[in-house]
């Protein structure tokens, strides 16, 4: 199981950053929620675990609302299970 961890995650960028890392998207992806969404619908362009621990989602909850809203969406919609950690 993976371990994605945004306990670290101060801006807009470094949230872009984390997931550019940890889902292993191509250089050239938009940093946007739609282009986030469209690289891990394509198994070309990423690298989808089927479950992902989460570290420090209340907190990305918590100062960036809408953000973390969609990231979840797109994880739910891309059948991807997650378990959150303290």
């Given at each position: 199981m993976s371990i994605l961890?945004?306990?670290?995650?101060h801006t807009k960028s470094e949230l872009m950053d984390t997931l550019e890392v940890f889902f292993w998207l191509?250089?050239?992806w938009?940093?946007?929620?739609d282009a986030f969404?469209?690289?891990i619908a394509d198994r070309e362009f990423?690298?989808?675990?089927?479950?992902?621990?989460i570290i420090g989602l209340e907190t990305l909850r918590k100062n960036f609302g809408e953000?973390?809203?969609?990231?979840?969406?797109?994880l739910d919609e891309n059948s991807i299970k997650y378990t959150?950690?303290?």
């Open positions: 961890n945004f306990s670290h995650i191509p250089n050239f938009g940093r946007n929620w969404g469209d690289c990423s690298t989808l675990p089927s479950q992902v621990q953000d973390a809203q969609i990231l979840e969406e797109i959150l950690l303290r």
